[in-house]
């Protein structure tokens, strides 16, 4: 059951992730609520899976498949 | 060396950037000819402006400042429609264990990372190719999309869940 303290904290993550300046009490009441939800920490948990998956990407060579998504250039 | 007015980049140095810009553009436009041209036209503009790099970066992040420009535009002429359906709560969704599995897992398998980042609107993809995969501070991020610190945290915020979802669901 996702609450507004859920959607609050979720709303944070992204930042965090960044260590981007939240103001302190919304910073204090997402961590505070991460210890307390498992639902949360897995959204959590997730975010830090997908950003780290995007870092390992820096020195890959696409792999796309063909004609995914080309566009006709105008 | 490249001379353009007073300041002189060194060739091997713009030769290292080539294949970098390269997938930096084949990921943000899935073109393989397109990005040719936008990495050509980045490495020409950094020589022609690089009287203007200020140091205050690294030079890789400059110039993938000037390709991000670059890419904006084509953005702009080609005028693809956002995919911008913003629906709070299927970004805010919760994931089972077994789909947090999947995004972990995702990091070994990094073709489905790139087939989810191309489902991302263009802005968002930017987004999170500058900040995520090049590792580009957030103010220098701002810079390269023209964007505000506001309107780069929404897109940040949204790519991040979409892409999470994407991934998620294996897809």
């Not at chain 2, 001379?3 to 980049?9: F, G, K, R, Y």
């Amino acid at each position: 059951m996702v609450n507004r303290f859920c959607s609050h904290a979720r709303r944070q993550f992204s930042d965090l992730l960044d260590g981007q300046a939240v103001p302190r009490w919304s910073a204090f009441v997402a961590r505070l609520h991460l210890t307390i939800c498992p639902q949360c920490r897995r959204v959590h948990r997730s975010l830090v899976g997908t950003q780290d998956a995007l870092r390992a990407l820096r020195d890959a060579d696409p792999e796309l498949e063909p004609h995914s998504g080309h566009r006709p250039r105008e | 060396m490249v001379q353009a007015n007073a300041a002189v980049i060194p060739e091997p140095e713009l030769r290292a950037l080539e294949p970098v810009l390269f997938r930096f553009a084949l990921r943000a436009t899935r073109d393989r000819e397109l990005s040719r041209d936008l990495t050509q036209d980045a490495l020409l503009a950094a020589i022609a402006q690089a009287s203007t790099f200020a140091g205050r970066s690294a030079f890789r992040t400059w110039v993938v400042g000037i390709l991000s420009h670059k890419i904006l535009d084509h953005f702009r002429r080609t005028a693809t429609r956002a995919l911008d359906g913003d629906d709070q709560e299927d970004l805010l969704a919760t994931p089972s264990a077994a789909d947090v599995e999947r995004v972990v897992a995702a990091r070994q398998e990094l073709a489905a990372v790139d087939r989810a980042l191309m489902r991302l609107p263009e802005r968002e993809r930017l987004a999170l190719l500058l900040v995520d995969v090049e590792g580009l501070e957030r103010d220098d991020a701002c810079r390269a999309l023209d964007v505000t610190a506001t309107h780069l945290r929404v897109l940040m915020h949204r790519a991040r869940n979409r892409l999470r979802g994407l991934l998620e669901h294996g897809q």
